[in-house]
């Protein structure tokens, strides 16, 4: 909202190499599988395991769905590379699997009538770490043209962890 942050600003940059670095997590596994590329949950759905259950219907942003839970076989996701990424694939799920500590992460997968997956989530509970990490994707606007432009630097402010900033509360150190 408007005032929230110093300066009129309107935008946050959170660089995630810095929170890895001060908090010793790696955000790795989270970006690959998840934020960097939403085509990536095809390649999640063609790695389910047996036993997909329909867990009923929900609407997504007004959009009539099955939600569906099932698990994610990470022997089957690692046949799933991406052509010409086969190596950078294998040590994704590797790392998958040495942080996580399971063969199988579970998801619920929402899809609407034309076959469109409008939510997917999946939770990560990093064994090695004992954190979780809940992640949440919502699709929608199917076939809309997009224009993004950054922002202007003057509209963003610059969170780095450890070091508090007025305006960006809580302190985020």
């Known amino acids: 909202p408007p005032g929230a942050l110093a300066g009129g600003r309107r935008w946050i940059q959170l660089d995630l190499q810095n929170v890895a670095d001060a908090s010793g997590l790696d955000f790795g596994p989270l970006v690959q599988g998840s934020q960097a590329d939403p085509t990536q949950y095809l390649l999640w759905l063609s790695a389910l395991g047996p036993g997909i259950t329909k867990i009923g219907e929900e609407d997504v942003r007004g959009v009539p769905t099955s939600r569906y839970r099932a698990t994610v076989d990470l022997n089957l996701l690692e046949e799933q ?7 950078e694939w294998a040590a ?4 998958l699997r040495d942080r ?3 063969a199988f992460i579970p998801v ?3 899809v ?3 076959g469109l997956i409008r939510r997917f989530n999946h939770e990560y509970g990093f064994s090695t770490e ?3 990490a809940v992640v949440t994707t919502e699709l929608f606007d199917f076939g809309i043209p997009v224009d993004v432009t950054a922002p202007p630097p003057d509209q963003v ?9 007025p305006g960006c509360e809580p302190d985020v150190g």
């Open 130 to 132: 004992g954190t979780t």
């Open 112 to 114: 609407d009538d034309e």
């Open 100 to 102: 996580l500590g399971l």
């Open 108 to 110: 619920d997968v929402w």
């Open 81 to 87: 590379a991406p052509p010409g990424k086969e190596a």
């Open 157 to 165: 402010v610059v969170v780095r962890v450890g070091i508090r900033h």
């Open 92 to 95: 994704y799920v590797q790392t």
